[in-house]
């Protein structure tokens, strides 16, 4: 690699080499003197990151300190190394302050197991023609991106397999810009490279976008298109069923030349929404909004008399689906809340009892 392309994965010429690095994580590093350096994680292997610096790709583990209090970095974080190189060892002691965090775990879980990925600027939610499509459930990945700080965008991958068929594809193409809102949706063909051209508005360098969505969607074989080489494995979806075969088992950064990154991401199975509820008011914005000329302000949309958006339906403005939609993904928030708080009073409870218990035992050692 050149001068030149390093100057442009980074957005300044005067900073370290990392993809993405500025001058607000240069800033946040600066607090660490001695024989630290930066990095950004690559990809995970149970307790090992692959992180790229500015000695290159490196392998490091965390700290006891950082393993203690159950931090761990994601791919896409910066990371701050201990730099033994003398003795051949890495190892990360602290994680950056994230940008934007992508998680899919519900909110009575407060590991970091869930997370899936940090520092992510676009998110590209992958979806393709046939049994893939289905609204509501983009309804649920447009909540979870909204509410991880990232910038939505829809793709409908697989446009040639509809080429030539009775099945026109732009009628569902239609009802998915109709939930979208201000989010652009492209319809493009991974494998047979066309409409890619209409992703250049979104591949600026030192930019970070995660591909997600199904197993067998082909996020996969955009990343492969997008690089010019088969980089990442890609495989046949089953025939009986359309649900991929989960291909891709390692989420992973990849720089393109121009200095884009990208995060490819196994396909996700289950999407559960955490913490969500600006994610909810962002994803429904057109019920947001007509909530506005509800007769009550507390307005539930349910039965209360002079509701805009019941008449919204009534008048065909919205679905009475998408209604369906929200309600089903408000009340999934509530019944997680509850059960985070639930969860949270389980896990002092343990707490106290074993002090309890360690009072006891050592009542009884003293008699
Ligand atoms: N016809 C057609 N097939 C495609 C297109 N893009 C991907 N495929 C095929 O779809 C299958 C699955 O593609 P992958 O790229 O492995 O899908 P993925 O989303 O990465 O799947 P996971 O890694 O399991 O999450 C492969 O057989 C691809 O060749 C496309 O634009 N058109
Ligand atoms: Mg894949
Ligand atoms: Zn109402």
């Not at 209090?69 to 896409?76: A, D, L």
């Not at 602290?94 to 590991?111: E, Y």
């Not at 939609?325 to 997680?336: G, I």
Request: glycine letters at 6%.
């Amino acid at each position: 690699m050149n001068d030149k392309d390093r100057d442009k994965m980074s957005n300044n010429s005067n900073l370290p080499f990392i993809p993405g690095w500025n001058a607000s994580l240069e800033s946040a590093f600066s607090a660490y003197k001695g024989p630290y350096i930066p990095g950004r994680i690559v990809t995970q292997h149970k307790t090992v990151w692959n992180i790229l610096t500015e000695k290159g790709e490196l392998q490091a583990t965390i700290s006891g300190a950082m393993r203690k209090v159950g931090k761990q970095p994601v791919v896409g974080d910066f990371v701050v190394l201990l730099d033994q190189s003398d003795l051949n060892s890495y190892t990360i002691v602290d994680i950056l302050p994230r940008t934007s965090c992508l998680s899919r775990g519900s909110a009575g879980d407060l590991s970091e197991d869930q997370l899936i990925a940090a520092n992510i600027d676009t998110i590209f939610i992958v979806t393709a023609v046939g049994h893939d499509l289905n609204l509501r459930r983009l309804e649920r990945y447009l909540t979870i991106v909204y509410s991880s700080g990232a910038k939505p965008v829809i793709l409908i991958n697989k446009i040639d397999l509809t080429e030539g068929l009775p099945d026109d594809p732009s009628a569902t193409i239609q009802e998915i810009k109709d939930i979208a809102g201000d989010v652009p949706v492209i319809a493009l063909s991974a494998l047979s490279k066309t409409n890619l051209e209409q992703l250049d508005p979104f591949m600026k360098p030192a930019e970070t976008i995660a591909l997600i969505g199904s197993s067998g969607v082909g996020k996969s074989t955009l990343i492969n298109a997008l690089l010019h080489h088969n980089v990442q494995k890609t495989s046949d979806v089953r025939e009986d069923d359309d649900k991929g075969r989960h291909t891709t088992t390692v989420r992973q950064l990849f720089l393109l030349p121009n200095g884009t990154i990208f995060v490819d991401n196994p396909g996700i199975r289950e999407i559960q929404l955490g913490d969500s509820s600006d994610g909810i008011d962002r994803t429904f914005s057109d019920i947001t909004e007509l909530a506005q000329n509800c007769r009550f302000k507390d307005c539930t949309h349910r039965n209360e008399p002079r509701c805009a958006v019941r008449e919204a339906v009534d008048q065909g403005v919205i679905t009475q689906e998408r209604l369906d939609s929200f309600h089903k993904l408000n009340d999934e928030l509530a019944f997680q809340a509850d059960k985070a708080e639930i969860g949270l009073k389980g896990v002092e409870k343990k707490k106290y009892k074993g002090i309890a218990l360690a009072r006891k035992y050592i009542a009884s050692k003293r008699q």
